[in-house]
């Protein structure tokens, strides 16, 4: 088999969905295969701050409080200008942390809307599922209602 990939998982966030998604980020990492991927877990709080969880399989499904506890994670920052790096942490190490693909597990407002995706684009970091446009287009209702109805594709009222 092949070289593994590293994988970063993106969970929390600052929507009214934040649980849900450390819900659903669980329910991704436990199915990921450990022989295809090295996992890191990012845990973005409801306040915005991202932070890299230590050990996700351990922590993850004990919730925010457990998330932000120093012996479970260290923030990291976004770091522009290296898309194999795009973060690094901030503790003595200042380690930059390799990512060849994200997983975007966040719900609502700032995670699925296009703002996450946009700073993706943006970093040139290769993630999984739609682009800023279609994620902007999908959450507005109207619009998207709108065109649907322009390429007469029929939508529930």
């Not at 457990?66 to 479970?72: D, F, K, M, S, T």
């Amino acid at each position: 088999m092949g070289q593994k990939l590293d994988l970063t998982v993106l969970c929390g966030g600052q929507s009214a969905e934040h649980e849900i998604s450390l819900i659903s980020a669980n329910n991704v990492i436990n199915a990921l295969d450990s022989k295809k991927y090295r996992l890191s877990v990012i845990y973005i709080t409801q306040s915005g701050q991202w932070r890299l969880i230590t050990k996700p399989k351990q922590v993850l499904a004990k919730g925010p409080q457990a998330l932000i506890r120093p012996e479970n994670s260290q923030p990291i920052a976004v770091l522009p200008g290296n898309p194999r790096q795009p973060w690094v942490c901030l503790d003595d190490s200042q380690k930059p942390l390799p990512v060849d693909v994200v997983m975007p597990v966040l719900h609502g407002t700032l995670g699925e809307d296009g703002t996450l995706q946009g700073l993706l684009e943006l970093l040139d970091v290769p993630f999984v599922g739609p682009g800023m446009l279609s994620c902007a287009l999908s959450m507005n209702k109207q619009v998207a209602k709108e065109l649907l109805g322009a390429e007469h594709i029929p939508t529930a009222d």
